[in-house]
């Protein structure tokens, strides 16, 4: 099956700095890639939708200056969190769909970074 | 407004029973809705997918039916075990927007006793 990863796992930062969290396809290329951010016992809400080789769409709410959405690759998409406050901890989790399942709308997540901001 | 419930935040039951959750939405024409199962600090890990016109799916000890008359899919999982504990969630799909639009219910917290 389709296999998607994340790095890191988990990250602390202080407040004020940026992280950046990656998301891999790892035997499928995703034109297409999904952030997702969950605050614990809710459910995942969708930040933005990545597409390669062009601007990230991103929701209602969710400020593109602040979360920064880059898929460069078929394989690969990065969210970097800027300028990080305390509010912005949570369960960030990435998604992607398979192209080879032809016709299905099934995503395969990543198993999620959670970002502790100090 | 556009809305999706699962029936309870949490459900409790005897180890060898059948777990029975729902999903319900408002204001939605669903293309397709998904299953999910997703363990605590874990990405949730697709399990069924039901499309609008198929009245049931099956997998293994699951079963997924879809109503779209009653705006409702209930997800059954038989003869449970401990292991299938975890939350599971809904997701669905608009055929209005698809590809842009994925939404998820709040998540059912499925505890299976022994």
């Known amino acids: 099956g389709a296999v998607v990863s994340q790095h890191p796992s988990w990250v602390i930062c202080k407040s004020g700095t940026s992280v950046k969290i990656e998301c891999r396809s790892l035997d499928f290329q995703a034109t297409t890639m999904f952030w997702y951010r969950q605050f614990p016992k809710q459910s995942l809400m969708l930040m933005a939708t990545?597409?390669?080789?062009?601007?990230?769409?991103?929701e209602q709410g969710v400020e593109k200056d602040k979360f920064l959405i880059n898929h460069a690759s078929l394989t690969l998409s990065t969210l970097t969190v800027t300028s990080a406050h305390p509010e912005d901890s949570s369960f960030y989790i990435c998604?992607?769909?398979?192209?080879?399942?032809?016709?299905?709308?099934?995503?395969?997540f990543g198993p999620g970074t959670r970002l502790t901001v100090l | 407004s556009q809305k999706i419930e699962q029936n309870s935040e949490a459900l409790n039951i005897q180890e060898g029973k059948t777990a029975t959750l729902t999903c319900n939405y408002t204001?939605?024409?669903?293309?397709?809705l998904q299953w999910y199962r997703q363990d605590p600090g874990r990405g949730p890990v697709f399990l069924l997918l039901i499309r609008e016109n198929e009245k049931e799916k099956r997998k293994e000890r699951l079963k997924v039916t879809f109503d779209t008359t009653l705006k409702q899919s209930l997800f059954h999982i038989t003869a449970s075990q401990p292991a299938d504990s975890a939350t599971y969630l809904c997701a669905l799909e608009a055929a209005w927007n698809y590809g842009q639009n994925f939404v998820f219910g709040p998540g059912t917290r499925l505890s299976v006793l022994p």
């Open positions: 204001n939605y024409s669903p293309a397709y």
């Open positions: 990545s597409n390669e080789g062009s601007k990230a769409t991103y």
């Open positions: 998604s992607a769909r398979d192209p080879r399942q032809g016709g299905t709308d099934t995503q395969y």
